[in-house]
Structure formats: C-alpha cells, structure tokens
T-cell receptor, first 116, second 112 residues
Framework: DAGVIQSPRHEVTEMGQEVTLRCKPI?????LFWYRQTMMRGLELLIY????????DSGMPEDRFSAKMPNASFSTLKIQPSEPRDSAVYFC??????????????FGPGTRLTVL | GENVEQHPSTLSVQEGDSAVIKCTYS??????FPWYKQELGKGPQLIID?????GEKKDQRIAVTLNKTAKHFSLHITETQPEDSAVYFC???????????FGTGTRLTIIP
C-alpha cells in the first residue's frame, strides 16, 4: 500500500493567490482528516470527513478555507485568497473503522505551504 | 471540548538513559490515549496507545501509563537509542469519536 498521498509536497505562492492541496487516502479507509502544523499552534485539526461527508469543520480558521471530498479516494483543501499567516505544513490523514488499533490515523507526508 | 497539555516541550537524554513525557487531559469522558512519533520531514505515526480500562501497556522499550483519577498519562522510553530522536505527540479522544485532540509535542533528542 502506498499510504496516504499528498500533493504538492511544497508550495510557494504569493499573498492573494488561490492554493489547492490534494490528498488521496488509503484505499478502504472511510475517514479523512486535514491538519495544520505550525511552531506556534502545534497540530490543529481543521476538518474531518466520514464516508465523504464533513463531520466537524470547527477547526477551519475562516471562510477563506474550504475542503471537499467528492469521492472516497480524493479530497482537496483550498485557501482563497491566501495570506502569509497561512504558511504551515498541512497534513492529511485517513483511518479505517476496523481495528485494532482503533482510530489509528495514518498521516501523509504533508504539504509545506509558504505564502509570501 | 477536550484540552491536552504536554510537558516538557524539549527533552535531551544520554543514549541508554530513559525518557519520560507527560500529558494531562481535561475531559473525563476521554477514554482513548494514543502516542504519535514524528520524524523530521514526515507525518506523525502511531507508536502505542492505551484505553482507559488499562493502567499500563508495554511494547518492547516503550510503555504508557494512565491515571484516570488524576487525568494524566505518560510515555516512557527505556534504553534510548539515536533513532528515538523525534517529536512525540500525545492525544486523547472518546473511543466512539474519531476526532483526536493532540498535545503540543515534545522534541526528544538522544545524545550519543
């Protein structure tokens, strides 16, 4: 299994531009999570989906952020317009309803976003 | 909601010595406590977890203890090796809830 796949691995953009991050979860996993990691705030959950439906988006910072999961094998996180304070590493993770271990989240390698 | 505090933020130990990382949680309904290890340039990876019906769990050089009354849990690494150098995160959740609340992380450095 290839694990969780994220693209791009690095993104450098200018303030005001639209940014789209992509994630392919592990096949058979039915939950998908988007996290943001910064030195100041640590690892923050932005949103998570179960069976392609958004369950909790309380961590989404503001309306500039949106996430979609059109099917079981693909999700996007979009920032429009981007701002310098959005610079962070964004992780996607997926999990399976079966276990043990239960609730284990498998993380992708992350996308390092830099907004100039 | 749940709040997880983690200490220390950085920890340096001599190779071969033990390392201990501590976490406290606020929600008494939490009953699942995983620990994740994040190596440089990679995403976090689960290394061990414990459920609230167990006080201690061990896996080779790694052990986790849980004190439900005090609402704290700890990670113990014995006979540390250079490959143990990483950032470690504790987390908490309610078993029926997939959402994990993570601590702020501990950067562990093993000194050769």
């Amino acid at each position: 299994d290839a694990g969780v796949i994220q693209s791009p691995r690095h993104e450098v953009t200018e303030m005001g531009q639209e940014v789209t991050l992509r994630c392919k979860p592990i096949s058979g996993h039915n939950s998908l999570f988007w996290y943001r990691q910064t030195m100041m705030r640590g690892l923050e959950l932005l949103i998570y989906f179960n069976n392609n439906v958004p369950i909790d988006d309380s961590g989404m910072p503001e309306d500039r952020f949106s996430a979609k999961m059109p099917n079981a094998s693909f999700s996007t996180l979009k920032i429009q317009p981007s701002e310098p304070r959005d610079s962070a590493v964004y992780f996607c993770a997926s999990s399976s309803p079966t276990g043990p271990p239960y609730n284990e989240q498998f993380f992708g390698p992350g996308t390092r976003l830099t907004v100039l | 909601g749940e709040n997880v505090e983690q200490h220390p933020s950085t920890l340096s130990v001599q190779e071969g010595d033990s390392a201990v990382i501590k976490c406290t949680y606020s929600d008494s309904a939490s009953n699942y406590f995983p620990w994740y290890k994040q190596e440089l340039g990679k995403g976090p990876q689960l290394i061990i977890d414990i459920r609230s019906n167990v006080g201690e769990k061990k896996d080779q050089r790694i052990a986790v203890t849980l004190n439900k009354t005090a609402k704290h849990f700890s990670l113990h690494i014995t006979e540390t090796q250079p490959e143990d150098s990483a950032v470690y995160f504790c987390a908490a959740s309610n078993f029926g809830n997939e959402k994990l609340t993570f601590g702020t992380g501990t950067r562990l450095t093993i000194i050769p």
